[in-house]
């Protein structure tokens, strides 16, 4: 690239900036209240996972229990997710985040009391684990799906990336605001918060206005639309193909997180605080990657590009298993949460992109699905985690995903025409 162009490339960018582009799909109204719903639901969670994380592992000090919890956390989704996406096309959007929101808020209040109370015990822990994930798995599709009626097409991108930056701006600061909250409220502190800003969240949910379109009750029968949703994926390879590349960082990438107490606790020796500042750093290169893709508008090649996202993703936890400097560890969860945040946001906009709009919950429930397959990942790396050390377990699954993303590039050639 010439010096020239290298200015001009630049100068259009701040020009970008300077206009507003990289936020334009926030001018819609209800979009708007759907993102400040999503920037407080997003808070809350960030502070539960390290409250929780930390409840267990002090506890039980055991790394098989920590991927227990996060287990029973993710199964609802491969149960459940299906019947959500069926739901989120025939119903009201709205109401039914209304009520997985409501069911989120008391759980969040039924934990707190039996944390400041001295009644918690693992069961309770467990079992709050599982109702959050039921809600989760109706949540995120409904949301997810709802996007591209809030917004114009030519928005969609940026309006997919924004709803990643509202879930990756609270990640830099929940996460540490989190650890740091331990020490002086307890966990059971720490719940009450994350109940207290989880109000916000569904109050803008009420408020929305949601087109009428995003409702079919009564068109078909909910099992005729199930089927409907499978042979559409099955017979859409490019949509197949997407959600098998999105599942390899998801078994073999994303149970990191279930290793992050360890790593702040007996290899880096940082505490409770460090392990949110663990999960904030992740959340800061998260944010730089929605910030860029969002700024950069219409994306080519997100095929090729999220295959290099999920090479990036492995290699760098490949690094971080290693690393008993904090600086360092602290870095490559930047990078981390970059590569992680940068290919899941472009697998979402291909979907949602090639998907009819009255399939996109049915799309995205299949999408969720990945996430309640991480169980396979999380009941890998912590009992092997028991058995040889942390560290050598994060090497392993984090070099697993780095060799299946280059097979999946070299190997499937649709990939790199999405």
């Known amino acids: 690239m010439s010096r020239h162009s290298g200015r001009a490339e630049s100068a259009g960018w701040l020009t970008t900036l300077r206009q507003g582009e990289a936020i334009r799909a926030l001018r819609n109204r209800d979009y708007r209240l759907l993102w400040f719903g999503q920037l407080g639901h997003s808070a809350s969670l960030w502070v539960e996972t390290v409250a929780r994380s930390w409840l267990v592992w002090e506890l039980t000090g055991s790394a098989t229990l920590l991927a227990t919890v996060n287990l029973l956390r993710a199964i609802p989704m491969l149960i459940l997710g299906l019947l959500a996406g069926v739901a989120a096309d025939r119903f009201d959007k709205r109401k039914l985040l209304i009520i997985t929101k409501s069911v989120t808020l008391a759980n969040y ?64 600061a929940g996460p540490a605001a989190a650890g740091l909250l331990i020490a002086p409220l307890g966990v059971g502190g720490v719940y009450y918060t994350s109940a207290g800003v989880y109000i916000g969240t569904l109050i803008a949910t009420i408020m929305m206005r ?28 490019t949509i197949l193909v997407l959600m098998i590349l999105a599942l390899i960082p998801m078994v073999f990438g994303m149970p990191y997180m279930t290793l992050l107490p360890i790593f702040a606790d007996q290899i880096l020796n940082i505490g409770a605080s460090g392990l949110g500042w663990l999960h904030s750093a992740s959340g800061v290169g998260a944010l730089l990657a929605v910030f860029t893709i969002a700024s950069l508008g219409r994306v080519n090649h997100k095929g090729l590009l999220a295959v290099i996202g999920i090479l990036a993703f492995g290699a760098f936890l490949v690094v971080f298993s290693q690393s008993i400097w904090v600086p360092l560890s602290i870095a490559m969860m930047v990078l981390v949460g970059f590569a992680s ?16 709009s009255e399939l996109h919950g049915r799309v995205m429930a299949f999408y969720t699905l990945d996430r309640g397959l991480v169980p396979l990942g999380t009941m890998t790396v912590g009992p092997l985690a028991d058995v040889i050390g942390a560290p050598l377990a994060e090497l392993i699954m984090g070099g697993i995903c780095a060799l299946l993303a280059v097979s999946m590039g070299i190997g499937v050639r649709i990939v790199r025409r999405i």
Do not use: C
């Open 109 to 172: 209040l039924v934990m707190a009391t039996l944390i400041t109370t001295g009644a918690v015990q693992v069961w309770h822990v467990l079992l709050s684990a599982f109702v959050m994930g039921s809600s989760m798995a109706f949540e995120q599709p409904t949301r997810t799906s709802l996007v591209p009626s809030l917004v114009g097409k030519g928005e969609l991108t940026n309006a997919v990336a924004l709803n990643s930056a509202a879930m990756n701006i609270t990640r830099v």
């Open 210 to 237: 949601v087109p009428p379109t995003s409702a079919r009750s009564g068109v078909t029968s909910p099992w005729a639309d199930l089927v409907e949703g499978f042979r559409y994926v099955y017979r859409e390879k």
């Open 341 to 356: 945040t940068a290919f899941r946001v472009l697998i979402n906009t291909s979907l949602l992109e090639i998907a009819p």
